[in-house]
Nanobody, 121 residues
């Protein structure tokens, strides 16, 4: 099985920065796209940023220019660097990845448990 474990959340003041990490472990042949979703209080989960296996990133309009997604394929880890944080960035942030590993013949989608990010003064 595959596990995704996020870390790096916390409380930060408006204008501050945080860097989230998500490490994949278990029986892994290959990891394809990796993504960060977020779920603000009382709202639906939304895609914040994604990155392909080749390193091409894409972003929601609400975070473009402030967030940067990156990955370290050797460590099976994806990062989300968040700058100029706003109160509306407050959410539980979830890591999602398309992973190919035994016993499956195709990639499956896995989720982390989520990490809380709170932006408040």
């Amino acid at each position: 099985q595959v596990q995704l474990v996020e870390s790096g959340g916390g409380l930060v003041q408006p204008g501050g920065s945080l860097k989230l990490s998500c490490a994949a472990s278990g029986s892994i042949f290959s990891i394809y796209s990796m993504r960060w979703y977020r779920q603000p209080p009382g709202k639906q989960r939304e895609l914040a940023a994604g990155i392909t296996s080749g390193g091409s990133g894409n972003y929601a309009d609400s975070v473009k220019g402030r967030f940067t997604i990156s990955r370290d394929n050797a460590k099976n880890t994806v990062y989300l660097e968040m700058n100029s944080l706003k109160p509306e960035d407050t959410a539980v942030y979830y890591c999602n990845a398309d992973v190919w590993g035994p016993p499956y013949s195709t990639a499956k989608s896995y989720w982390g448990q989520g990490t809380q990010v709170t932006v408040s003064s």
